[in-house]
C-alpha cells in the first residue's frame, strides 16, 4: 500500500502540474469568456514555471536539501559492510548485457574505493528491477564491482527493494542474518536524509557517508536567465523534498 502511495503521490505533487494545470484552466475560461479569470490562471502558471526555472531558485533548493547532509564515516574504523542503495542505473538506456549509468554513479565508485582500500569487509548492494526483461539494479552493481576486482563473497545482493524503505527494512535482514555490528550507508546527499531516517525507522543508526554533492556553494554558479534544464532540477528537488514529508508523515521515516 505504502509502495503505491509513494509512487501516486510522486506522480501528482510533480510541479509541471502546477504549471500545466493553471496554465490550461486558463485557456479554456478565457474561451468560456471568462476572460479576468482566465489571464490571472495563465499567469500564475507562467509565473511558476518561470521561477522554477531560475537558476537561484533550482540552486537553493539543491543547496536546501544538501545542506544536512553530513559524513559520520570514522577513519579509523574497518567497517563489516558498507551499503549501496540503488539509484545508480538508467533503467531506459540498458540492456541485459550492458550497463547505463545515471547521474548517481558516484555512489558506485566510492563503494568501490572504500572497499578496494580495505575501509569495508564487505558490501550489500540493494535495489530491484528496473523495467521488464533487464536484470536487477543490485546484480548490475554486482557485476560491476566484480568485473573491477572485488571478490564475489565479499558482495551481498539485495535484489527486490523498489523504494528507500524497503532497501532500509531488506538491508537490515541481512545485516543481522551476517551479525554486522559496524555499518556504513552511502547515498547520494540529496538522498541521505531520506535514507538515514529510513534506517532510522527499523532501528539501524549507521554511521553515513554522502558523496554526489550537486550544489555546495549556489553563487558559484553564474547564469541568472530561466532554463528548461534548471526547471528540471527545481522539480527533482520539490519531489525529493516531498518525498521526506511523505515518509515521515506515513511514519517510514525518522
Known amino acids: 500500500m505504502f509502495f503505491v502511495l509513494s509512487k ?3 506522480v501528482l505533487l510533480d510541479p509541471w502540474w502546477w ?3 493553471p496554465s490550461v484552466l486558463g485557456v479554456l ?3 468560456r469568456g471568462w476572460k479576468r479569470r482566465g489571464a490571472l490562471l495563465a499567469a500564475t502558471g507562467l509565473v511558476l514555471f518561470l521561477a522554477l526555472s531560475l537558476p537561484a531558485v533550482s540552486n537553493r533548493l539543491w543547496h536546501s536539501m544538501e545542506a544536512d547532509a553530513v559524513s559520520t564515516m570514522r577513519p579509523d574504523v ?3 559492510v558498507v551499503v549501496l ?3 545508480t542505473v538508467a533503467a531506459f538506456g540498458a540492456t541485459p548485457d550492458t550497463v547505463s549509468w545515471g547521474d548517481n554513479v558516484e555512489r558506485l565508485t566510492v563503494t568501490f574505493d572504500l572497499l578496494r582500500s580495505g575501509k569495508a569487509r564487505h558490501v550489500i548492494v540493494s535495489g530491484g528491477h528496473l ?3 533487464l536484470p536487477t539494479e543490485a546484480d548490475y552493481l554486482a557485476r560491476q564491482l566484480e568485473a573491477w576486482g572485488i571478490e564475489q563473497e565479499r558482495i551481498l545482493i539485495e535484489p527486490e ?3 528507500t524503505v524497503e532497501n532500509a527494512e531488506k538491508s537490515k535482514a541481512l545485516i543481522t542474518a551476517r551479525g554486522f555490528s559496524s555499518v556504513l550507508m552511502l547515498t547520494s546527499a540529496f538522498h541521505m536524509p531520506r535514507a538515514q531516517g529510513c534506517f532510522r525507522a527499523v532501528g539501524l543508526e549507521p554511521d553515513v557517508l554522502p558523496v554526489d554533492f550537486r550544489m555546495r556553494a549556489p553563487e ?4 541568472w536567465l530561466p532554463r528548461a534544464g534548471y526547471f528540471g532540477d527545481s522539480a527533482a528537488a520539490l519531489r525529493e523534498l516531498f518525498g521526506r514529508l511523505t515518509y515521515r508523515l506515513t511514519g517510514k521515516a525518522r
Not at 558559484?220 to 547564469?223: E, P
Open 8 to 10: 501516486t503521490l510522486d
Open 19 to 21: 504549471v500545466g494545470l
Open 29 to 31: 475560461s478565457f474561451l
Open 78 to 80: 574497518t567497517y563489516d
Open 85 to 87: 542503495l540503488g539509484g
Open 131 to 133: 523495467r521488464e526483461g
Open 161 to 163: 527493494a523498489r523504494n
Open 220 to 223: 558559484a554558479d553564474g547564469h
